[in-house]
């Protein structure tokens, strides 16, 4: 049956968009479409690029996740303070995407994600030297901004330029870049810290996303089925967005961007401060260490994508949630071993929702599917930003087991939302 529902949304999606739409639609008919198809030189070279493209936002954007205990040591701020070097990056990401979308209409795919990645990278580089707290938040809220050139656009140029039958795959593979450079800036700061201070490790991360920007420049084919829109056209951007209002799958899937991304924050932000101390007293090496469960969200996210192509996103979506939500409540456990393993299952739920509802939003998204990837990416990052932030108050309030009881209550409307999404696929 949902095999079935699978196919029948796949058909709905390319039903044409309605009539007031078309007329300024910027891409050619899809029968005019020169996609890049799975063994070419050009397609493999597009997934390399995104790859990179991947590892460097999030390298860039996660790198100051295991120094927030070092943060609220040495600048003498709360736990719920000191994730605001985290929670301004992606908040002012979040809103910077949908600026990034019209930008990219007029400047072009690839030449925005290399200014942003740039940019950002540099940004890395200046926070290692701050001398203050306030001015070190200044530079993440700038980096953040930076950045938001990059996730909509990518997701866009994949959801215009690869062939369909190839996009879950193509999107699994960008997203285990995200996995891996997200994994990458963690451990790297974390062991440098260690030994040396944060100042270089900022360093380091910030130097790897320079070479990260320049392989992705040197990468990436340049876009065949997109036209540049000259000017700027705010009407037109706002009716974009509010289009895909009207198709009731999308903004579930906005809800599911928001819901897993901030539980996944809210595990990954206060579960450090919970094994640094007592009985667990992990030191910075260690700490950073555990951020190699990434490396299941690596192969988590790219499974995912071809599992989706071949039987259904509809049936592997409501999996990931309910793997991510086994593994939070696995971390009640007082073991170490198991506090891991839940860790390690949260973040292979989380990835394997992730890379799928991503793959939906551009399948499913009629028209102008970088708006489409704007609102989701919105979303996404908000709930980084609001629920990261919020998680500490309930660790606060009642240390991990009120965190835990956050993040299964987001994840329970998670599933409501991703069984919503599979029932209109039904119909």
């Known amino acids: 049956m949902f095999r ?186 974390g062991t440098i810290a260690e030994y040396l201070s944060w100042r270089p490790a900022l360093a380091t991360v910030g130097i790897l996303g320079l070479i990260a920007a320049v392989g992705f420049l040197y990468l990436l084919p340049p876009s065949r089925n997109f036209t540049p829109r000259k000017g700027f056209d705010a009407a037109f951007h706002v009716k974009a967005w509010g289009g895909h209002f009207g198709n009731a799958a999308l903004p579930l899937l906005f809800a599911i961007g928001f819901l897993v991304m901030g539980s996944f924050v809210t595990v990954y932000n206060y579960a450090g401060f919970r094994l640094v101390a007592a009985p667990y007293n992990l030191s910075q090496t260690e700490l950073g260490l555990i951020f190699t469960a990434y490396l299941f969200g690596i192969v988590a996210s790219w499974a995912a994508g071809l599992l989706g192509d071949r039987i259904g996103h509809f049936i592997v979506l409501p999996i990931g949630v309910l793997i991510a939500a086994l593994g939070a409540a696995v971390t009640l456990s007082s073991s170490l071993p198991l506090i891991i393993l839940g860790i390690v299952l949260v973040t292979i739920g989380f990835f394997v929702t992730h890379s799928v509802a991503s793959a939906l939003v551009g399948r499913l998204a009629r028209s102008f599917k970088g708006h489409a990837s704007s609102l989701y990416l919105l979303a996404y990052y908000l709930g980084s930003s609001i629920a990261g932030s919020v998680g500490g108050y309930f660790w606060l309030a009642d240390g991990w087991n009120a965190v835990v009881a956050f993040i299964l209550a987001m994840l329970a409307l998670c599933l409501i939302s991703a069984l919503a999404v599979a029932r209109l696929a039904r119909r």
């Open 4 to 189: 079935a529902a699978s196919k029948q949304q796949t058909t709905a999606s390319e039903v044409p968009p309605r009539p007031e739409l078309t007329l300024v639609k910027n891409e050619p008919p899809s029968e005019l479409r020169q996609f890049l198809t799975r063994g070419t030189p050009a397609f493999r070279r597009a997934t390399v690029a995104l790859f990179l493209s991947g590892f460097a936002t999030f390298s860039l954007l996660y790198c100051v996740q295991p120094l927030m205990p070092i943060f609220s040591q040495d600048f003498g701020v709360t736990p719920a303070a000191s994730s605001l070097s985290l929670s301004l990056s992606t908040g002012f990401l979040a809103f910077a995407i949908f600026g990034a979308a019209a930008v990219s209409e007029s400047l072009g795919r690839r030449s925005l994600m290399f200014i942003s990645l740039l940019g950002a990278a540099i940004c890395t580089i200046v926070c290692a030297v701050s001398p203050s707290w306030h001015m070190l938040l200044a530079v993440r809220a700038l980096e953040g901004f930076l950045l938001g050139g990059v996730p909509a656009v990518a997701m866009t140029y994949l959801a215009e330029e690869i062939e369909p039958r190839g996009l879950g795959g193509a999107m699994g593979l960008y997203i285990a870049g995200n996995a891996f450079g997200g994994m990458a800036g963690r451990v790297v700061t």
